[in-house]
């Protein structure tokens, strides 16, 4: 249920009517748009509260949600949702790009291909530390030593920082090193991981399990939104088919339909969605075509020498730079902005959580 205020409601009113919601039993979270102001309603409410606002001459509306998922539905929320980390702006008409290896290797190889993104104009840099493998044998990285050789790549480039975390426990010691937490399609349903993030206000960049329904991805994205945490960035990388020529099946049509749905920003992984470099580059392209708020694309110096994973899918560091000229163009067509690192500002910002 979401409670619509008329547009010269006061501060203190609002203030009023969530106070009135809370006594109930319920949880109130405010969100406040370009026109009027929402008031959602989480928890099992009492028919008579829908009455009583109602009733209320600073309540314009109330509405009954069916979606399974409240906060993370444009009912809830009409406007797009801007996360804004140190300057650079994720969601709405922005466009980022987040580039580097699969796994953190090396101090000398982090920092190089740091530059590297850097001097293409991308905005974030990735790197595993800890990788969830398909294969126990497999490659499983460097661990916190990998965290502090990204956060140091990274602020000598001015770059922001993305690394996935696998479990609640190193939830603190992530956001410690990195300014977005990546949370892995397998990880897409962990829910003990899911509460977790959502009690900290560090961005997430949540993937799409790779047999996910729409409805199941915006679900897994409402435990950490119901948490507290509005930072919420949702990532199409892929789904499970029949089709084996590729890695994955990357599924364009989850970006138009998840901006229909949801006011989080949506990001596309054209490097796990398709597993072939070759691939790579065209579907980045589709994917800012289709509207994608960023893409974010694995780049390694030596790819089919010496990384220590997805190398096949890893783009050399000419591809990518040639591949954010490319998205310039692009960009400008679909009506995005191409925007690279400003002055740091130690902020987070996003539709306000009360």
Same mark, same amino acid.
């Given at each position: 249920?979401?409670?619509?205020?008329?547009?010269?409601?006061?501060?203190?009113?609002?203030?009023?009517?969530?106070?009135?919601?809370?006594?109930?039993?319920?949880?109130?979270?405010?969100?406040?748009?370009?026109?009027?102001?929402?008031?959602g309603i989480i928890g099992k409410a009492d028919p008579a509260l829908a009455e009583h606002l109602r009733s209320m001459k600073q309540v314009e509306n109330v509405i009954k949600i069916s979606k399974s998922y409240k906060l993370a539905s444009r009912d809830f929320h009409p406007d797009d949702t801007v996360i804004e980390i140190k300057g650079v702006k994720i969601g709405g008409p922005n466009l980022v790009v987040m580039g580097g290896p699969c796994a953190v290797e090396s101090p000398e190889q982090i920092d190089e291909i740091a530059r590297l993104v850097k001097a293409a104009g991308g905005q974030v840099l990735r790197g595993g530390a800890f990788k969830p493998r398909t294969g126990p044998y497999s490659f499983q990285g460097i661990g916190v030593e990998g965290l502090t050789m990204m956060a140091e790549a990274g602020k000598k480039h001015g770059l922001l920082t993305i690394t996935e975390v696998m479990t609640p426990e190193y939830v603190d010691v992530c956001a410690e090193y990195a300014d977005i937490l990546q949370v892995g399609t397998r990880n897409m349903q962990n829910f003990d991981l899911l509460r977790r993030l959502g009690t900290i206000k560090t961005p997430v960049l949540l993937k799409r399990g790779f047999s996910a329904t729409y409805d199941e991805f915006l679900? %897994?994205?409402?435990?950490? =939104?119901?948490?507290?945490?509005?930072? *919420?960035?949702?990532?199409?990388?892929g789904i499970r088919t029949f089709e084996t020529y590729t890695r994955n099946t990357l599924d364009l049509a989850a970006i138009p339909v998840l901006q229909s749905l949801s006011h989080l920003p949506v990001i596309?992984?054209?490097?796990?969605?398709?597993?072939?470099?070759?691939?790579?580059?065209?579907?980045?392209k589709a994917s800012v075509a289709a509207g994608a708020n960023g893409l974010i694309v694995e780049m390694h110096t030596d790819p089919?020498?010496?990384?220590?994973?997805?190398?096949?899918?890893?783009?050399?560091?000419?591809?990518?730079? %040639?591949?954010?000229?490319? =998205?310039?163009?692009?960009?400008?067509? *679909?009506?995005k902005?191409?925007?690279?690192?400003?002055?740091?500002?130690?902020?987070?910002?996003?539709?306000k959580v009360v």
């Open positions: 249920m979401i409670v619509i205020t008329k547009p010269d409601v006061t501060e203190d009113k609002i203030q009023e009517i969530v106070q009135h919601i809370e006594r109930t039993g319920v949880q109130a979270h405010v969100s406040r748009g370009t026109d009027r102001t929402v008031i679900n %897994a994205a409402e435990y950490i =939104l119901a948490g507290g945490n509005p930072n *919420v960035m949702l990532c199409e990388r596309s992984d054209p490097s796990h969605g398709t597993g072939r470099r070759e691939l790579v580059e065209p579907m980045a089919d020498n010496s990384a220590t994973g997805d190398g096949v899918q890893s783009l050399f560091p000419d591809q990518f730079a %040639a591949l954010l000229k490319d =998205l310039e163009v692009i960009a400008r067509v *679909v009506g902005t191409f925007e690279t690192n400003k002055e740091p500002k130690e902020k987070f910002v996003a539709w």
